[in-house]
């Protein structure tokens, strides 16, 4: 990723972009009250993957940071318009990938 103006020396790997998506596909079934909480230390509410994969710290400054959508071409009644390129290349993806019998 090119440097952030925010943050001149912002750069991202791609082992890090991977715990990223697989921190945001977990916590869309593993429901907690926040997200934050994958990062708790009370047995009840952590999510010991998580915290071991990447620091909070760090997970929020490259989610703060990644966009796969032009904000000023999102559709007014799309909620989920930001999301929409990268959901439709992993669909495209997963319909060559399974083939069914």
């Given at each position: 990723?090119?440097?952030?103006?925010?943050?001149?020396?912002?750069?991202?790997?791609?082992?890090?972009?991977?715990?990223?998506?697989?921190?945001?596909?977990?916590?869309?079934?593993?429901?907690?009250?926040?997200?934050?909480?994958?990062?708790?230390?009370?047995?009840?509410?952590?999510?010991?993957?998580v915290g071991r994969a990447i620091p909070r710290n760090?997970?929020?400054?490259?989610?703060?940071?990644?966009?796969?959508?032009?904000?000023?071409?999102?559709?007014?009644?799309?909620?989920?318009?930001?999301?929409?390129?990268?959901?439709?290349?992993?669909?495209?993806?997963?319909?060559k990938a399974y083939i069914p019998e």
């Amino acid at each position: 990723m090119p440097p952030n103006k925010d943050i001149p020396n912002f750069s991202v790997t791609v082992e890090e972009l991977r715990i990223v998506m697989g921190i945001l596909l977990i916590s869309g079934y593993h429901r907690l009250p926040s997200r934050n909480h994958c990062w708790s230390l009370k047995a009840d509410l952590m999510v010991d993957i998580v915290g071991r994969a990447i620091p909070r710290n760090r997970f929020d400054e490259i989610l703060r940071f990644l966009h796969v959508a032009n904000s000023q071409r999102l559709g007014p009644n799309d909620r989920m318009g930001k999301l929409r390129p990268m959901m439709d290349h992993l669909q495209d993806l997963f319909q060559k990938a399974y083939i069914p019998e």
